[in-house]
């Protein structure tokens, strides 16, 4: 395996804080806490984790939309955070995003064209004749004719307008895309062809991409690895196959069996009155803890490293009691 595309180390992201005038200490929420991961060049890591988990600040971050306030970005060995502060454009043309709402991030007031020339524009500086050329490509790579590029976002389906954002970030020719739950709002069946876009897309241009979501079935369909995030954390990383038919971490666990699947008639759900850890006052030990069925004291004082725990180097869990021997079904 070789250098990491993207390293992030022991990083972390802090809203509010702070003292007032008069010294009272104002709350902060800790929306990530101290990740440590690395994405390697051509592979998708799979982001997922339940609402609030930290998985779109995360990928706010990676696109220089926000800064961390403690840790470390490195893409393909610069200082992520000192090149968006010195030139927003370079980290632009290595890094785009795919948003969640395709017809939100599209500009309602502009056409598909000039919405595809901006970033030939302003990142790639290509002339009129080469952007012609280039437009005609982008919308032949995500499936769409050229006569389609003077009309306006309205005039589109959610599935075009999704293949549009795909397309809008590939025109920068990044090495990496993240992709903050692109498919979720659209339905199953132009989920498929969104996705097997995307794999095509990845193929052909040796493209990275780092995919969020919550849909635990696009994960596994698209991911080569996954890392499961809880309450800002990293709880669990390996490759999809290892986390999805092991899941060490009872997180893990309770995502895989509350997703629904073919032939499942019943869900296994949490009691109503679980108790969810306050992000204004992070809890000592593990996060998990007051929701864990195999929690101990150790749990409630110490909070659990990320380490390997089981025979696969690769994957690994941040778990006082993982779970070894059972086998998500």
């Known amino acids: 395996m070789g250098p990491a595309l993207l390293s992030m180390d022991n990083v972390e992201r802090v809203f509010g804080g702070g003292k007032t005038l008069l010294g009272r200490v104002l709350p902060a929420v800790h929306a990530v806490q101290g990740i440590t991961l690395e994405v390697?060049?051509?592979?998708?890591?799979?982001?997922?984790?339940?609402?609030?988990?930290?998985?779109?600040?995360?990928?706010?971050?990676?696109?220089?939309?926000?800064?961390?306030t403690g840790g470390s970005i490195t893409f393909d060995g610069e200082d992520l955070a000192a090149l968006a502060r010195s030139d927003p454009r370079a980290v632009a043309r290595k890094i785009q995003y795919v948003f969640q709402d395709p017809l939100a991030s599209l500009n309602p007031r502009k056409t598909i064209r000039a919405i595809l020339e901006a970033p030939l524009i302003h990142l790639l500086g290509m002339d009129r004749h080469r952007r012609g050329q280039r437009l005609e490509e982008l919308m032949r790579d995500v499936n769409l004719?050229?006569?389609?590029?003077?009309?306006?976002?309205?005039?589109?389906?959610?599935?075009?307008?999704?293949?549009?954002?795909?397309?809008?970030?590939?025109?920068?020719?990044?090495?990496?895309?993240?992709?903050?739950?692109?498919?979720?709002?659209?339905?199953?069946?132009?989920?498929?062809?969104?996705?097997?876009?995307?794999?095509g897309l990845k193929r052909e241009f040796g493209l990275t991409y780092l995919f969020i979501s919550h849909d635990l079935s696009v994960i596994e369909s698209v991911s080569d690895r996954v890392a499961v995030l809880y309450f800002g954390n990293l709880v669990e990383i390996g490759s999809a196959a290892s986390v999805f038919d092991s899941a060490q971490h009872p997180y893990t666990r309770l995502l895989l069996n509350s997703a629904p699947a073919p032939g499942r008639k019943s869900l296994a759900a949490e009691d109503a009155e679980t108790e969810l850890p306050d992000p204004f006052n992070p809890p000592p030990g593990c996060a998990f803890h007051a929701r864990c069925p195999s929690r101990s004291n150790r749990c409630r004082e110490q909070e659990p490293v990320l380490e390997c725990a089981t025979d696969d180097a690769h994957h690994r869990v941040a778990c006082h009691h993982p779970n070894i021997r059972t086998t998500v079904k």
């Open 40 to 68: 390697q060049r051509g592979e998708t890591l799979g982001i997922v984790g339940e609402s609030g988990c930290g998985k779109s600040t995360l990928a706010r971050m990676l696109v220089g939309l926000d800064a961390p």
């Open 145 to 199: 004719t050229p006569e389609f590029l003077d009309r306006y976002p309205h005039e589109f389906s959610g599935g075009q307008a999704q293949r549009i954002g795909i397309a809008r970030a590939l025109a920068a020719e990044p090495e990496l895309i993240v992709l903050d739950e692109p498919v979720s709002a659209l339905d199953v069946s132009v989920q498929a062809q969104v996705l097997n876009i995307l794999e």
